[in-house]
């Protein structure tokens, strides 16, 4: 499978701003979790996103960087497992991925969770910008709690998802597309 | 950018810090204290002198404890990047001015809005924090700040 951006990719991840930070509010904290985003790839494998950091996937997206990332990768997403997310980074753009994703917003624990719901696959980025030898063991070990939480929060972002299929004509993906066409 | 570009320019950024920071050495071909970057680093002299040759750039944890020591950011010690990224910064956030103009000729909508006053400072700040990283043109990032104020009426889900 292909992954392709969904048209409102870029839109997304603040169009719906305010309710997605109500969402993700409901559990940044715990664990010493700092960021989370919840990427969905359809059927067709088309990939839309919610973020508590939305600057972050705004640069990774816009760039062109997500290609090197495995994350985003079909042949990674469908085994349904975990990693930490420099284990997915391509090591040609290791530095750049590295630097935008994490040393930029100082989150120095990380872990990425592929779940299956339906027909649909939903990535799990989770990071905290605390450091430690037990935090990386709980990122390991107590996965399944990271997948519930990940859970709450898709259920409560699907009709998000939803609105993106049916509402108006994108603005910053059509912007991307001119400034890269001219 | 060519990843020999970026090994480059990355040693000439960590030279530069170097000097500024003091660590200057009229023995060394390379102008700086090999020897201090040994002792932050905790790394051999023969992997230092790679990164202070262009052969290799640290991994980013070491990237970050050697900015740390320098008092410079690690996207500007690898990238030239002067967004605010630094470890030491993170209370501090650094906008266009336009932008945070613009910011607040769209105000009144959120005090319009049901959301209490608090939600109101959370909901700005983390909009605030969103465009100081973001890269992007002036006028991409009018069109989120648009975006993210029109979610303002489902603040109250």
């Given at each position: 499978m292909e992954v392709t951006l969904h048209p409102r990719f870029l839109d997304a991840l603040f169009a719906y701003k305010s309710q997605a930070m109500n969402i993700f509010r409901d559990v940044?904290?715990?664990?010493?979790?700092h960021h989370l985003a919840v990427a969905r790839v359809d059927q067709q494998g088309q990939l839309i996103s919610f973020s508590s950091t939305p600057a972050m996937e705004f640069n990774l997206f816009n760039s062109e960087l997500?290609?090197?990332?495995?994350?985003?990768?079909a042949q990674w997403f469908t085994q349904y497992t975990q990693a930490s997310w420099a284990a997915l980074y391509e090591k040609t753009r290791y530095d750049e991925l590295c630097y935008l994703k994490q040393i930029k917003h100082a989150y120095r624990t990380t872990r990425c969770l592929a779940a299956r719901m339906g027909n649909e696959t939903f990535i799990y980025a989770l990071a905290s910008q605390y450091e430690s030898p037990e935090l990386e063991e709980r990122f390991v070990q107590q996965v399944d709690e990271f997948y519930k939480i990940g859970q709450y929060c898709t259920n409560l972002l699907l009709p998000y998802f939803e609105q993106c299929e049916t509402e108006s004509t994108p603005i910053l993906s059509r912007m991307r597309e001119n400034e890269v066409s001219s | 950018m060519e990843k020999v570009d970026l090994t480059r320019q990355f040693a000439c950024r960590l030279k530069d810090a170097m000097l500024a920071a003091?660590?200057?050495?009229?023995?060394s071909t390379s102008g700086v204290c090999i020897h201090k970057l040994v002792e932050i680093t905790g790394y051999s002299t023969q992997i230092c002198r790679k990164y202070l040759r262009g052969e290799a750039i640290p991994e980013p944890v070491k990237l970050v404890e050697i900015a740390r020591y320098l008092k410079v950011s690690p996207g500007w010690l690898l990238f030239g990047d002067e967004h605010n990224d630094s470890p030491f910064s993170q209370e501090i956030l650094t906008i266009n001015k336009k932008l945070l103009q613009y910011i607040f000729t769209r105000l009144r909508s959120l005090y319009n809005s049901d959301a209490d006053e608090q939600e109101i400072a959370e909901f700005l700040m983390a909009m605030i924090n969103d465009i100081s990283q973001i890269n992007a043109s002036e006028e991409q990032s009018k069109k989120i700040i648009d975006l993210a104020f029109s979610s303002v009426h489902h603040f109250t889900r």
């Open positions: 940044l904290g715990l664990y010493d979790i997500w290609r090197y990332d495995l994350c985003y990768r | 003091g660590l200057n050495s009229g023995r």
